[in-house]
Structures are given as structure tokens and as C-alpha cells.
């Protein structure tokens, strides 16, 4: 598997309601010169092909040049790959829209190359589209800490539980991953961070010549645009908060970890109520007669897993119970994962069956995206100290939400991490533009609607929140919602978005 796509890792109106009364935001978005830091112009050329990701034609690549550290302006500079996707309707154009990668670790570029054209649709030609790989992914500025393999796999990355809910081994591999990056990890892992990629988001748009940028944020990506809405609220035209987490500057990445277990109870009975559908009966993939049986089922296989690990398609990687938890959270983001996360749990209960992994479970990470999504969620915001009560927390949220097993809330390297400066999280507030239109479904694994909605509490009457019927992570243009779609793709368009917040059902 690729570099491209080992991408990490980490919520009651009618329909028609969301396409009543609308106010308008913003007008055409006028060139004058750019506000903010001096940048050399880019010198734009093809992108580099993407494994397993067409390039649409047209799309360019170039590399800006931003500080290694913005306190030291003048000094190391380091690369960070950027993309565009001209309009192809000049006559509409009415400003640029930056699309932000979810992660941390996902690629702007290759998001550009696999939204760019339904994009560009949606909004009628009425943008140029650009993104950025963040530092430590993609094209970008790269560097790694030096993990061991066995501690780069997702189930050893991610804190899993041991099978009887110990934590002892996840506080020796988090002592030793976090002591990892503080002795090896240099100056360019410690700039790995949402601050950095705000600073990274104005160097481009002046690079670009724009006063200002209308904006698409996805998962972590809708972090960091209300982060730059908010350090630099007058050079964001159009603000999508797409899939939303917690913004509480005290917790950040810990708060978004902590709401995991709520997100996929509230979530797994979608895939239950299609797993026990008689339609599966046809496909070979129906788990049990009533949707009510389809997780007491996953639950029995994945201790029987813990206790015996199953032989898999990959040689000296067996599929064990945490593997199988791991395969489940990551299946729960589309309705497109449910086939596959059956087929995987069909196979793993079949005495004779060997069990096909996901690609992402298959091996290690590489060593710099493995240091990088540990690092952004670190240098972020400090977390509780290893003696802060992990192990009885982990057991509380073990026996609350035992889908996800103690992970929640259990130690992680950012527990140890040593800081290059002190964190400050960018606290969002309702001071700025009445200018943001979120979507969020009520059902997300991932972003809760718990977190979103803290998210829309903090904007006040800066944001209105359309939440979507559809179960999933990632609803513009991501899951089918065509109320939700439209509803985003009208307010990029015209300005024109819901006058309260409202609901697209399925």
C-alpha cells in the first residue's frame, strides 16, 4: 500500500425546510493586493501521478515555500506541496475555494484529484479550487521519528487494550513512541501542527494574490478552517464546516478521541439493520436473522479473536480481535465499507475461512505517517499525564461502549510528549462574519453530532448547522444526502444559506 493511501488515521425538519427561507452571505470576491505576509509567486506545473487516484486534466501542482518556524521568520524555509483546479466556467468565476483534507495525514492534493470535478460542478464553475498537503504528508516537507515496525501497525498506533483490558503495554509503546520523537524527530516534526497548517493556509492565499478565500473543510480539515476563520476572520469569504469535532482549546485531539466510543454505538446500527436485511442472503453476507443479534455476534467473534488469532491473507499478521475492532471503526465512515467489513466477519467465524485484511491493516505504516499523526494531535494541546487515571477510565468506557474496547480513553505518546512551545489551541468564538454553514450527520463515528454541536455553539449566529439523515462521515458531496449537498453547493454559489438551522432526512 501507498503513501496516498494510508490515510489515518481519527451528529427535525423536512427536507424541504432546508431549501426555505435563506439569507445571503458575502459578495463576489474582489483581487486587490493580498493582506498578510509577502510570498514568491508559484510556478505552476503537472502533479505527479497518484496511485490508484486519477488526476483530472487540468489539475497543476507547484511547491511553496513557508518557515520552518513563523518565530523565525527569516530563517529555514521548508516545501509544502500545493494543487489548483481551475474554474472551467472563467465567466462565473467569483473567487477560490481552498478544499481541506480530514487526517491529520490526508492529502489536499490527492482530495482535489478525487472531489476537483464534482466540485467544480456542484458550484457551477464559481470557484478555482486549491488545497495543500499539510506538512509531514504527501508532496510536502516530511520526517519521521524513527518508530519501531511492530509499533507502527494501526492496532499498535492506535492504544487498543489488551484483551483483558490492560493498558500496560499501550503506556511502555506511548513512553517509547513520544521519547522516539522527542530525540529524533528534529525541528520539522515539532512544526507538525493545526497552528502551522493555519500560518501554511495565508502564505498560499497570498501567494495566490486573493484578499480572500472561501473554504471547504473536511473532518480535521473543518478544525483547521474555523481556526483560520478565526485567526483571520477577514480573509474568509465562504466557510463549510463539513463533519465537525469538539473545538474545546483544552482538549482538541483528546476530546475527539474520548467521543469515539458514543460515535460508532450510535452508528453501528446502521450496518446492523443491513447486515440482518434478508437482501443479504443473496450476496452471502447476512450476519443474523434480527439486526438486534449483529453485535452481540461481532462481540463473541472478536474475543474469541483476542484469545485465538485467526491466519490471514498476509502472512505473519493474523486477524485478532483488536484487528477486527480496528476493521469495523474504519468501516462505519460509508455505507460502501459495510460489504467489505461483513465478507471480513464472515470469514473470521468460518473454521475454514482466511480472512482478507483491509490494506490499512495489512503491514506497518511508514515511519513519517506514522510520526506525523501522532505529532499534529501531540503538538497540538497537552494532554493528562500517564498517572492521570487512564487505566480506570479505559475500564469505565470498556464496559460503556464495548465496540471500541477501552480506545477512547486510553494513554496514547501524547501523554509523554515533550513540547517545542507551549500549545494554544485557537479558541473559536462568535466574533467574525456571519459567513459558516455546517453539515453534519446525526450518526457520525467519527465527529460526533455531540461535538458538532459544541462546535455550532461556539460560532453563535456567525453559523448555521444543517445536519443529514444519512449515517456516515463526510456528507458533502461524500454519502448521498442530495438535500445536504444542495443545501452547501446553493450557499457556495449564491451566499444563500438556511435561515436556522435545519434537517435534510433520508
Given at each position: 500500500m501507498t503513501n496516498w493511501t494510508r490515510k489515518a488515521l481519527l451528529l427535525a425538519v423536512s427536507a424541504a425546510a432546508a431549501a426555505g427561507t435563506l439569507t445571503a452571505v458575502g459578495a463576489p470576491v474582489a483581487h486587490s493586493r493580498p493582506?498578510?505576509?509577502?510570498?514568491?509567486?508559484?510556478?505552476?506545473?503537472?502533479?505527479?501521478?497518484?496511485?490508484?487516484?486519477?488526476?483530472?486534466?487540468?489539475?497543476?501542482?507547484?511547491?511553496?515555500?513557508?518557515?520552518?518556524?513563523?518565530?523565525?521568520?527569516?530563517?529555514?524555509?521548508?516545501?509544502?506541496?500545493?494543487?489548483?483546479?481551475?474554474?472551467?466556467?472563467?465567466?462565473?468565476?467569483?473567487?477560490?475555494?481552498?478544499?481541506?483534507?480530514?487526517?491529520?495525514?490526508?492529502?489536499?492534493?490527492?482530495?482535489?484529484?478525487?472531489?476537483?470535478?464534482?466540485?467544480?460542478?456542484?458550484?457551477?464553475?464559481?470557484?478555482?479550487?486549491?488545497?495543500?498537503?499539510p506538512r509531514g504528508v504527501g508532496g510536502s516537507i516530511r520526517a519521521g521519528c524513527g518508530i519501531p515496525e511492530a509499533d507502527r501497525h494501526m492496532v499498535t498506533l492506535r492504544s487498543w487494550p489488551a484483551a483483558d483490558g490492560s493498558i500496560t503495554e499501550n503506556a511502555e509503546r506511548s513512553r517509547r513512541t513520544a521519547l522516539a520523537c522527542a530525540r529524533d524527530g528534529g525541528p520539522v516534526v515539532r512544526s507538525f501542527s493545526s497552528r502551522n497548517q493555519v500560518r501554511d493556509i495565508d502564505r498560499l492565499r497570498a501567494?495566490?494574490?486573493?484578499?480572500?478565500?472561501?473554504?471547504?473543510?473536511?473532518?480535521?480539515?473543518?478544525?483547521?478552517?474555523?481556526?483560520?476563520?478565526?485567526?483571520?476572520?477577514?480573509?474568509?469569504?465562504?466557510?463549510?464546516?463539513?463533519?465537525?469535532?469538539?473545538?474545546?482549546?483544552?482538549?482538541?485531539?483528546?476530546?475527539?478521541?474520548?467521543n469515539v466510543g458514543p460515535a460508532v454505538a450510535l452508528r453501528f446500527p446502521d450496518f446492523a439493520a443491513w447486515a440482518a436485511d434478508p437482501a443479504r442472503e443473496a450476496e452471502g453476507l447476512r450476519l443474523a436473522r434480527r439486526a438486534e443479534d449483529v453485535q452481540p455476534l461481532f462481540l463473541a467473534l472478536a474475543r474469541e479473536l483476542d484469545r485465538e488469532p485467526k491466519e490471514s491473507n498476509v502472512p505473519g499478521v493474523p486477524l485478532t480481535g483488536n484487528r477486527l475492532r480496528q476493521a469495523l471503526h474504519g468501516s462505519l465512515n460509508s455505507d460502501t465499507g459495510f460489504a467489505?467489513?461483513?465478507?471480513?466477519?464472515?470469514?473470521?467465524?468460518?473454521?475454514?475461512?482466511?480472512?482478507?485484511?483491509?490494506?490499512?491493516?495489512?503491514?506497518?505504516?511508514?515511519?513519517?505517517?506514522?510520526?506525523?499523526?501522532?505529532?499534529?494531535?501531540?503538538?497540538?494541546?497537552?494532554?493528562?499525564?500517564?498517572?492521570?487515571?487512564?487505566?480506570?477510565?479505559?475500564?469505565?468506557?470498556?464496559?460503556?461502549?464495548?465496540?471500541?474496547?477501552?480506545?477512547?480513553?486510553?494513554?496514547?505518546?501524547?501523554?509523554?510528549?515533550?513540547?517545542?512551545?507551549?500549545?494554544?489551541?485557537?479558541?473559536?468564538?462568535?466574533?467574525?462574519?456571519?459567513?459558516?454553514?455546517?453539515?453534519?450527520?446525526?450518526?457520525?463515528?467519527?465527529?460526533?453530532?455531540?461535538g458538532a454541536l459544541k462546535m455550532r455553539a461556539a460560532l453563535g449566529e456567525r453559523a448555521r448547522m444543517v445536519t443529514v439523515g444519512q449515517g456516515g462521515h463526510g456528507m458533502y458531496l461524500g454519502n448521498g444526502n442530495v438535500c445536504g449537498d444542495r443545501a452547501v453547493s446553493d450557499f457556495l454559489v449564491t451566499g444563500k444559506r438556511p435561515a436556522r438551522d435545519t434537517h435534510c432526512p433520508n
Open positions: 493582506a498578510g505576509p509577502a510570498a514568491s509567486p508559484l510556478a505552476w506545473g503537472p502533479c505527479a501521478p497518484i496511485p490508484g487516484t486519477p488526476v483530472p486534466a487540468g489539475q497543476q501542482c507547484a511547491t511553496l515555500r513557508v518557515p520552518l518556524d513563523y518565530r523565525a521568520p527569516g530563517g529555514r524555509t521548508v516545501e509544502v506541496a500545493v494543487t489548483r483546479l481551475r474554474t472551467d466556467r472563467p465567466e462565473a468565476r467569483r473567487g477560490t475555494l481552498l478544499a481541506l483534507a480530514g487526517g491529520p495525514g490526508g492529502s489536499g492534493v490527492q482530495r482535489l484529484a478525487q472531489k476537483g470535478e464534482a466540485l467544480r460542478a456542484a458550484t457551477e464553475g464559481a470557484y478555482d479550487l486549491i488545497s495543500l498537503d501567494a495566490l494574490g486573493e484578499r480572500k478565500l472561501s473554504v471547504w473543510g473536511h473532518s480535521y480539515g473543518s478544525y483547521v478552517a474555523a481556526g483560520y476563520a478565526q485567526e483571520h476572520p477577514d480573509r474568509v469569504d465562504r466557510l463549510v464546516l463539513d463533519s465537525t469535532g469538539d473545538p474545546d482549546p483544552a482538549r482538541v485531539g483528546y476530546g475527539w478521541m474520548t467489505p467489513l461483513a465478507r471480513l466477519i464472515r470469514s473470521a467465524g468460518d473454521p475454514q475461512g482466511r480472512p482478507v485484511l483491509p490494506p490499512e491493516l495489512a503491514g506497518a505504516l511508514p515511519d513519517e505517517d506514522a510520526s506525523l499523526t501522532m505529532a499534529v494531535i501531540c503538538n497540538d494541546v497537552r494532554w493528562p499525564g500517564p498517572d492521570s487515571g487512564y487505566a480506570r477510565r479505559v475500564a469505565a468506557d470498556r464496559a460503556r461502549y464495548p465496540l471500541t474496547a477501552g480506545l477512547p480513553a486510553n494513554i496514547t505518546p501524547c501523554s509523554f510528549w515533550k513540547h517545542d512551545e507551549e500549545p494554544r489551541p485557537t479558541r473559536i468564538t462568535d466574533e467574525g462574519p456571519s459567513n459558516v454553514l455546517m453539515i453534519q450527520s446525526l450518526r457520525d463515528p467519527a465527529t460526533p453530532l455531540a
